[in-house]
């Protein structure tokens, strides 16, 4: 069975700021991964997602993460952190076997000084 | 494009009485996920539906929960009798179908069981 650990529960960095964000998954195989933002109050929206192919992908609102095999980690990056990306991340990492369940990780909450 | 819809979005109810949360999934979506976040437990895949019908319902907690999904629109999440821990916020979510496709969610239901 697959699993994910984000080791930071929670993060505050300066406006204008970098931004990496931690995500360690194990699986016997190449996963699925992806990367959800959750505002208070709302459900959870796709930053991005890796499948296969390049292992540096692109997501909205400028958000991009690498997977790194031989580390067995999907980091989630930043160059310029802005306010309103205060929110709660989780990274879920998905199986190829034909089921479609994900299995989330416990989350980092993302806080903004300006 | 209309998103998974879920209703209601707050629920306050004494405990032994029946909930039922209701969720619409993406028009075109073949898969359905109902899932319960709170803070000790964090996000729990509670049961999920291809093609209406129940693949993996191994995160049920017990039989005072129930879920169906009568047609490819429509799905409900029950509770009876409720009682004060399953106080938590619960999420709908809908996919094409496919593993490698993302999960897309409501905004939850807030449940709160006195």
């Known amino acids: 069975a697959q699993s994910v650990t984000q080791p930071d529960i929670h993060i505050t960095v300066s406006e204008g700021a970098s931004l990496e964000l931690r995500c360690n998954y194990s699986?016997?195989?190449?996963?699925?991964l992806f990367w959800y933002v959750q505002s208070p109050g709302q459900g959870l929206q796709l930053l991005l997602k890796y499948f296969s192919g390049d292992t540096l992908v692109q997501g909205i609102k400028g958000f991009e993460a690498e997977f790194k095999r031989s580390q067995s980690s999907f980091n989630l990056r930043k160059p310029s952190v802005h306010w309103s990306d205060a929110a709660e991340y989780f990274c879920a990492v998905g199986a190829f076997d034909g089921n479609e369940k994900l299995t989330f990780g416990t989350g980092t909450r993302l806080t903004i000084i300006p | 494009d209309a998103g998974v819809i879920q209703s209601p979005r707050h629920e306050v109810t004494e405990m032994g009485q029946e909930v039922t949360l209701r969720c619409k999934p993406i028009s075109g979506h073949n898969s359905l996920f109902w899932y319960r976040q709170t803070m000790m437990r964090g996000l729990e895949l509670l049961i999920y539906f291809n093609n209406n019908v129940p693949i993996d319902d191994s995160g049920m907690p017990e039989d005072r929960f129930s879920a169906k999904m009568p047609n490819a629109s429509f799905s409900t999440l029950k509770i009876q009798p409720s009682e004060p821990r399953d106080s938590a916020v619960y999420f709908c979510?809908?996919?094409?179908?496919?593993?490698?496709?993302?999960?897309?969610f409501g905004d939850g239901t807030r449940l709160s069981i006195l």
């Open positions: 979510a809908s996919s094409p179908g496919l593993s490698n496709q993302p999960q897309h």
């Open positions: 699986y016997g195989a190449t996963p699925y």
